[in-house]
């Protein structure tokens, strides 16, 4: 087993930020502050609108960029006034102000300032991913852009640079781009030195995205800065904190790159896979456990070891469907002879959504969508970004390259779709529920709430590559399966396994959302099951005694499957990520204890 895995090289900055992400946005460059914004110094502006300053360069170099796109000083002046320097919020101000003069009918609303691009009725979740679900996105960025990136580099590079080391060569183009040199500098150093340039700027935007995910926190889950019991106790809890770092810093284990595991259906690999699992994990029954790749340093090695030391499998779901998802999956299961869902799912966003493809601007180089979250973009993002579109209208070609930075970020924090002329939207559950490998309307009906549909969307198996692994089954278990699937969430394995053609017998859920047990419910009786369904809230209730008990009556389990909360995992949660000792996260060993009692069990009964 290659007991090797990445995490974090620094202690100041979090890059293990989840799919962790996947999202690649390039970041709100924030420049150092300059006071008295409103008098923006002495300088001139030629005909070509060409700013030069005498007194003050970094507040002309900061003005300059927004004259040279035409905005009025006079504007540009209020912006920053408003907003300080912000590139993207005063670039926002100025869009808007330009399309209320276009539009005279529209009233200015109070504040141009931006506000959190997540939907109002928004609410966390079991898991909670957000908008962090994993630190890099090889393949959404398309290839042209790679290309176009790349090709940027080599101009930049061959004009008078060629007494830097690659390296140097490397942070002076980022940081010329706007991106801070210690973040560029840790980024190169945690992606390797064959790293593209895309995927550099993935790492920089989820560390800040990681940051700015505070903001939208709940307050009474945001520490107390100014409370001096929470300093203790963080002072308290920082020698633990290093000794359990420097605990972990003895054997990574190394992501792969790229993530498919022991084999996908639609990527070759370079050599035969063969594995051999540890003595302890053989014979029944079957594991089978998911949580999300990018977990904090040190996390896969122990759950690893707690499931008798079985190597993980790590594959994103972008070789299965149009849209990215990162997990890592530690099994007992045979990957020989594995077969996917037929018919494929699309791959792309295009194949997915063929009606935007009309809509698509050709510098959004998008072909997957990032990591599908718990929340969705807000309409007033939707609305800000059809002012910014509306307002270049009248530029010849297309948009200025600040305007195709910001309109990108947003569609790639929030996974939008263009729908119509500057019409940018974030999915339907329906679209979200494809994506997924869910039936249409799943989710739907009930009283559940569209909100709820999106919370547990976001916290599901991606059916597609759950089944794939799962499909070695199909062939052992002709007539039909028994099933322990703990944190079930809206049904994931079981849809997986049923769209497998494996009868299901018997199972026993245990799932603590209502609204989630009633999804899967419904499904049950929609898809005419023969079988039990046998549902619990609360994994603790499943002790010794209830499992003999069961095992009794149904002859034994042949598949444990499930996934515990990511809650403390994810880069996302700022202020509780714990790893495994995470009030959420540490159910993990309640998935470890129900394993080894049914193990046991099952082994008394066939001695």
């Not at 502006?45 to 360069?57: L, N």
């Not at 869902?341 to 935007?356: G, M």
């Not at 499992?547 to 389990?557: H, T, Y």
């Amino acid at each position: 087993m290659d007991n090797s895995f990445s995490g974090e090289d620094n202690d100041n900055i979090d890059w293990d930020t989840e799919d962790e992400l996947e999202i690649q946005e390039i970041p709100d460059t924030t420049f150092s502050s300059c006071t008295n914004l409103r008098n923006v110094g002495h300088h001139t502006v030629s005909g070509h609108g060409e700013a030069s300053s005498s007194s003050v360069p970094c507040q002309s170099k900061f003005i300059q960029q927004f004259i040279v796109m035409g905005f009025p000083e006079e504007s540009i002046a209020k912006a920053i006034e408003q907003n300080g320097e912000n590139e993207g919020l005063v670039l926002d101000a100025l869009l808007t102000f330009k399309a209320l003069e276009d539009s005279p009918e529209e009233q200015p609303s109070t504040s141009a300032q931006m506000e959190p691009s997540i939907s109002s009725d928004d609410s966390s979740s079991q898991c909670n991913e957000n908008i962090l679900d994993d630190v890099y996105e090889d393949d959404s960025w398309s290839s042209d852009s790679d290309n176009c990136m790349n090709s940027a580099k080599q101009t930049y590079l061959n004009d008078d640079h060629s007494s830097l080391s690659e390296n140097e060569n490397s942070l002076l183009f980022l940081a010329n781009m706007g991106y801070p040199a210690e973040e560029a500098s840790i980024a190169m150093e945690r992606c390797g030195p064959e790293a593209s340039f895309s995927e550099l700027i993935d790492f920089m935007c989820a560390a800040q995205m990681a940051r700015e995910e505070d903001v939208y926190l709940p307050e009474d889950e945001k520490p107390k800065l100014n409370s001096g019991g929470y300093k203790r106790k963080m002072y308290n809890e920082l020698p633990v904190r290093k000794k359990q770092r420097a605990i972990t810093d003895e054997e990574p284990i190394h992501l792969p790159r790229p993530m498919i595991g022991f084999g996908v259906p639609t990527e070759s690999l370079p050599a035969i896979v063969q594995r051999t699992l540890p003595e302890q994990a053989i014979g029944p029954p079957f594991f089978y456990y998911e949580n999300v790749a990018l977990a904090p340093k040190g996390v896969w090695d122990t759950m690893s070891r707690f499931l008798y030391d079985v190597e993980p499998e790590f594959v994103d779901s972008k070789y299965f469907c149009a849209t990215a998802r990162k997990r890592g999956y530690i099994h007992n299961l045979p990957i020989e002879d594995r077969f996917p869902l037929l018919p494929l799912p699309p791959r792309t966003i295009h194949e997915a959504f063929p009606l935007t493809k009309k809509w698509w601007p050709s510098w959004d180089t998008r072909t997957k969508l990032n990591c599908l979250q718990t929340s969705i973009g807000s309409a007033r993002l939707a609305d800000r970004i059809r002012k910014a579109m509306k307002a270049m209208e009248n530029f010849d070609g297309e948009p200025p390259l600040m305007v195709q930075k910001y309109v990108l970020d947003e569609c790639r924090k929030w996974n939008l779709l263009w729908v119509g002329r500057n019409k940018a939207s974030p999915l339907e559950t329906d679209e979200f529920e494809m994506l997924m490998g869910f039936p249409r309307n799943h989710t739907r009906g009930g009283g559940i709430s569209r909100t709820d549909r999106y919370k547990s969307l976001g916290n599901a198996f991606q059916v597609d590559t759950v089944a794939y692994h799962l499909s070695v089954l199909k062939d052992l278990y002709p007539n039909g399966i028994n099933v322990l699937s703990l944190f079930s969430g809206i049904g994931g394995a079981e849809v997986a396994l049923y769209r497998l053609g494996i009868p299901l017998n018997n199972v026993v859920s245990v799932e603590i959302s209502e609204v989630n047990r009633n999804i899967l419910r419904s499904w049950w009786e929609q898809t005419n099951q023969k079988g039990n369904l046998i549902d619990f809230n609360d994994i603790q209730q499943l002790n010794g005694d209830v499992l003999e008990q069961m095992i009794d009556s149904f002859g034994g389990f042949d598949l444990v499957i499930g996934g515990s909360p990511c809650n403390n995992l994810t880069g996302s949660n700022r202020v509780t990520r714990d790893g495994l000792e995470g009030k959420d996260s540490s159910l993990f060993y309640d998935y470890v204890r129900i394993v080894d009692l049914v193990k046991s069990i099952m082994s008394n009964r066939r001695v």
